[in-house]
């Protein structure tokens, strides 16, 4: 992991013309391409699970950097296909009074891994240096003690065994806003923007200056910050899983293709009667009859012309009506 200490300089941008290639008008990596590379990575991920289970590595993975940057979205696609036992997912809510009077990185503690465990900090004991130092949350005292114990900290969990990797996704103020104005819009993700996040929006400068000091103390040999540029949401994610992938060493331990025996013949089996059974409501027909009722009311306001192409099913136009290339519109997280 040496090869990668410090905070060095972003690589150099692509030509346009093979920027162009590999991006869509606004400047996001195209939704087939990524769809593909994610596709490779994921496979590659599922090897790693089993090369961390098989050697008994241990493993922890921070997430940090500005709300909305896509931290969670790229947990997601880490862990939609390993196994939750194997690589696991810790996001804390707020510490309770009792918490609140232990030694600060004691609540963090009981969920580092064990042998053969992946554990992926959705936020961490980085909290101290961002959100607790900005909002007043925590004492200049309590705030000096986390950037002298931290360092210290890590070197512990290094010297260990502890793989351990952070980082921190970077976000414009711009992207942010955009962000920000999506999930008021959809209410699926309106959930997202607590009232932390709303006031935090006034102090971008503040969260900087707080991001800028962490760097500063926490960067160390033994565990460096490694920055990924977040305004496009699938970019992040392909760089951040590539990365992560490049810094264990491991090998492909896929259980070779089988087939399937026989399955025996069940004999002496009598399934129950089905009016003894308790079923879920099947809403096809409640589905029919929204479908039947906007087709009418299409059909009231349709012109000749339009009659003659017949109904469009709901499903078929509300695709047609989203952007593929929008990461929001399309497995955004």
Known sequence: MSSWYGMQAPQEPLDPATESRITNKKGWIRSRLYERKLRELQVELVKLQEWVKAKGLRVVVIFEGRDAAGKGGTITRISGVTNPRIVRTVALGTPTEREKTQWYFQRYVPHLPAAG???LFDRSWYNRAGVERVMGFCTEDEYREF?????????MLVRSGIHLLKYWFSISDEEQERRFQSRVDDPTKRWKLSPMDLESRAKWVEFSQAKDDMFAHTDIKQAPWFVVHADDKRRARLNCISHLLSTIPYEDLTPDPFELPPRPRQQAYVRPPMGDQTFVPDIGPALAEELDAQ???????RTAADDDEGPVEPLVEAIAERDPDDPDQVGSG
């Open 117 to 119: 465990e992946m554990v």
């Open 147 to 155: 950037f002298r114990s931290c360092p210290e900290f890590e070197r």
């Open 295 to 301: 087709q009418s009311r299409k059909a009231a306001t």
